[in-house]
């Protein structure tokens, strides 16, 4: 680093979860920001920033970086982060700010679970998967393995970590809209059906991908929340029932992107569930139609059709689609293979 950065040194232990952690500023917005004292962020304000997470041993081994996963952090204030060090040390930077703090162990001692919950988020899936209602020690001890070869040794061999924070911008609470994962159950469930009415508003502007995505994170809150109760019981099934038709609309997002396969997985395990499901029966149907399937495409929409008779003038269009398709591929072949033997 060039001479003129300043050099690390301790937190102000003001606050007993200060200790244990060094400060030292990479690149500053200007005089008396982000260096020493720590700031006091109401709750709700939110923090977005890239994060690096290194070891501390001499190569400085990479565990996590934010920029890889193309997606920054976003630290809600006072919403009760399993790593608390994180808001611990956010709260002493600036927007524009750089800076890396080294971690005591006892302060890092939950980060392979959290790192967990972070690359589930960075590839669309839920934070909590595969969780329950133990803390993460106790999952560690359950499961025994994270499913991530680097985070199972860290959690085997505790040690003190480095984050390299780039704070790229700090909103007072209310001043911006919340990522379902960083709401309490209570606003998941308010969010819903908000959430729902937007992404059917985007599908009807022709806006599909950015559909798809409200749909997703409207299925991910009554996922949540239906993680915290018994498979079956009468708040489960509840929440199950508000969950099938956004996962319906998804599936059509998805039919619409020629993701089939995907539409094929989610209807089959609704199907699973509620097994005279027409919606679930016709879409899955089109997609099986889709990918040459078309022996269980023409069941599932003779079964859609045998549910809801009104289903018939549609059935009976999309059939005559398959049976199109299905001729051309056969002629598609024959030409293929009459110039292999020519």
Sequence with gaps: MADTEPDAEPLPDTDTDMAGVVKRVIHGPGPGHGHG?????????????????????????????????????????????????????????????????????????????????????????????????????????????????????????????????????????????QDPWAMTDDEKLSAVPHIHEEGNRLFHEGRVAEAAVKYHDAIACLKNLQMKERPGDEQWMSLDAKITPLLLNYCQCKMLSGEFYEVIEHCTAILSKYEDNVKAYYKRGKALGAVWNEAEARRDLSRAALLDPSLAPLVTRELRVIEARMREKEQEEKGRYKGLFQ
């Design 37 to 177: 004292g720590r700031r006091r962020f109401a709750p709700g304000t939110k923090a977005t920033f890239h994060y690096k997470t290194l070891r501390c041993d001499p190569e400085r081994t990479v565990i996590d970086d934010s920029r890889t996963n193309g997606k920054p952090m976003e630290l809600i204030i006072g919403k009760k982060f399993k790593l608390p060090v994180w808001e611990t040390v956010v709260s002493t930077m600036c927007e524009g700010e750089v800076a890396e703090f080294t971690c005591d162990t006892r302060h890092v001692l939950v980060y392979p679970m959290v790192s967990k919950s972070l690359r589930n988020i960075a590839v669309g899936r839920d934070p909590l998967e595969g969780q329950r209602h133990c803390c993460g020690i106790g999952q560690l001890h359950d499961h025994h393995s994270l499913g991530h070869e680097d985070l199972d040794q860290l959690h085997a061999n505790p040690q003190p970590l480095i984050f390299i924070i780039d704070m790229l911008k700090i909103e007072e609470a209310g001043t911006y809209e």
